[in-house]
């Protein structure tokens, strides 16, 4: 049985809940495999916010009413060393964004705006 038929079996939270290693990923959908089997699974983000997690990547899924859903991945570490209330988005390449706690934005990598790239003076 596939993992995404046997999670859309239970309704209950500990039915319905797994976690599995991401085979791959595209568009809006996550191939994941778990103890259980292998199944597709939508991506779910925040609003205004679109992600597409690496393969290897840990990832919780949930039954959902009409397909089963892909939560998102673990947080295995703290690379980018936040604190509480903190916000980092990252990509694979090493660019990132963080919100710190004194109000502060900190930017790593090369920023463009209106695709033109922005030089400190």
Avoid at 2 to 25: D, V, W, Y
Avoid at 103 to 121: K, P
């Amino acid at each position: 049985m596939r993992l995404s038929e046997k999670i859309m079996q239970g309704k209950t939270a500990e039915a319905g809940c797994s976690s599995g290693a991401i085979i791959n990923s595209a568009d809006r959908r996550v191939t994941a495999k778990a103890v259980s089997g292998t199944g597709q699974f939508a991506i779910v983000a925040p609003g205004g916010m679109m992600y597409i997690p690496r393969p290897q990547e840990e990832a919780v899924m949930i039954a959902g009413d009409i397909e089963p859903l892909c939560l998102g991945v673990k947080m295995l570490r703290n690379d980018y060393h936040i604190e509480p209330g903190e916000v980092v988005l990252f990509s694979g390449g090493g660019a990132s964004i963080t919100l710190k706690n004194d109000g502060t934005i900190h930017l790593d990598g090369d920023v463009y705006i209106n695709d033109v790239r922005w030089e400190a003076e």
